[in-house]
């Protein structure tokens, strides 16, 4: 069977403060995680499809602690249907990258896991009172196919405006003194001081090259989302961002239920995420 995986930044803040996911995780990120596999409530509803976590576990391995588990579509029953598709997530704590796996074309996707996250978490801070009151934000920024994404700009008619999307840092480093092309950056450092903020977006409208700043973007990863506004070769109106179009990964290792996977697949999965 051949798996399909996806790689992004699992960017989760909270508190006004935007404390990083770490200083929450054991008793609020973990425990929703293990709630939603027992009951109903957080089961997540989506075009009259359910979507469960399974199996959520912290794995030690030599690269670090992981949180995985099992996105499972669900009957009314709340019956697993494996023939249905599952997906499974793995996070790497130490810097909140994640490794999402796909066994079948009708897999739960990455955005289908990032509502069904956010549900969780949600429905747990409402139902404890020391977190009802408790902001949280969540990202999840996707390794995008930047083949693809370049051909959407290269056989666009015309492109409008192009968005790039910052997001709280959750304890990493800051993007923005990076690697990043002089004329990119100069235009991050501005957008920084007029905002004041490290949550931002950077929009560029009627761009003369487009395709140059596309290859700025690409030295930021997962440190950024990206929309496209452009008008196709057939003169419609479009938009596509980074997680639209995911790149795709083969993976080697085979998962062969959420109750049976090698633990070489942490090997793999962690020389995969130096992408990011």
Same mark, same amino acid.
């Given at each position: 069977m051949n798996y399909e995986m996806n790689l992004a930044n699992f960017?989760?803040?909270f508190g006004s403060e935007k404390q990083p996911m770490?200083?929450?995780f054991d008793d609020l990120v973990y425990t929703a995680f293990i709630k939603s596999t027992k009951y109903k409530s957080y089961i997540y509803k989506k075009n009259r499809i359910s979507y469960q976590f399974t199996n959520i576990k912290k794995e030690q391995t030599e690269f670090g602690a992981f949180l995985t588990g099992f996105l499972?579509?669900?009957?009314?029953?709340?019956?697993l249907l494996d023939n249905w598709g599952w997906s499974m997530f793995c996070i790497r704590l130490k810097d909140h990258?994640?490794?999402?796996?796909?066994?079948?074309w009708q897999s739960p996707s990455l955005k289908i896991f990032n509502s069904a996250?956010?549900?969780?978490?949600?429905?747990? %801070? +409402? !139902?404890?009172?020391?977190? /009802?009151?408790?902001?949280?934000?969540?990202?999840?920024?996707?390794?995008?196919?930047?083949k693809a994404l370049e051909g959407k700009i290269r056989n666009a008619k015309k492109v409008n405006e192009i968005t790039l999307s910052f997001f709280y840092l959750n304890g990493e480093d800051n993007p923005f003194l990076g690697?990043?092309?002089?004329?990119?950056?100069k235009k991050i450092q501005s957008t920084i001081k007029k905002s004041e903020a490290e949550q931002f977006n950077?929009?560029?409208k009627n761009p003369n090259k487009p395709d140059v700043f596309f290859n700025?973007?690409?030295?930021?990863?997962?440190?950024?989302?990206?929309?496209?506004?452009?008008?196709?070769?057939?003169?419609?109106?479009?938009?596509? %961002? +980074? !997680?639209?179009?995911?790149? /795709?990964?083969?993976l080697k290792h085979l998962i062969l239920s959420p109750y049976r996977y090698n633990n070489n697949l942490f090997n793999e999965i962690n020389e995969k995420l130096k992408n990011i």
């Open positions: 960017n989760l803040t770490l200083d929450y499972y579509r669900t009957s009314s029953e709340r019956h990258k994640l490794a999402y796996i796909k066994n079948n996250t956010n549900h969780i978490l949600r429905v747990y %801070k +409402n !139902n404890v009172n020391k977190y /009802k009151r408790l902001n949280f934000e969540l990202n999840i920024i996707g390794l995008p196919d930047y690697n990043i092309d002089s004329s990119l950056g950077l929009n560029v700025s973007f690409k030295s930021l990863k997962c440190k950024a989302g990206i929309a496209i506004n452009y008008i196709s070769s057939f003169g419609n109106k479009k938009i596509v %961002k +980074n !997680n639209d179009v995911l790149e /795709k990964l083969p």
